[in-house]
């Protein structure tokens, strides 16, 4: 039998780093970029099992006080 995990995906882009217009509720690219990668070593990885995806995009990662990291925090 094959043991299974419980993960979380968490995506996260500053501003400085691009493709997110102020106030813009659009994705940037990095983050569909991302996503793309996780979800391809996931094909390979059944035993894995997303539990839910977190996404804080245009937000800097200098501290933790972003709202899909705190959400995040709080279902864990």
């Known amino acids: 039998m094959q043991k299974t995990y419980q993960a979380a995906i968490y995506l996260r882009l500053s ?3 691009g493709d997110v217009t102020e106030g813009s ?4 690219n990095s983050i569909a970029n991302q996503n793309e990668l996780v979800m391809d070593y996931l094909k390979s ?11 804080d995009d245009g937000y800097s990662g200098v501290d933790f006080e972003r709202p899909e990291f ?6 864990i």
């Open 25 to 28: 509720k659009q994705v940037s």
């Open 45 to 55: 990885h059944p035993e894995i099992q997303i539990s839910d995806t977190y996404v």
């Open 70 to 75: 705190q959400r995040m925090l709080s279902d």
């Open 15 to 17: 501003r400085e780093d």
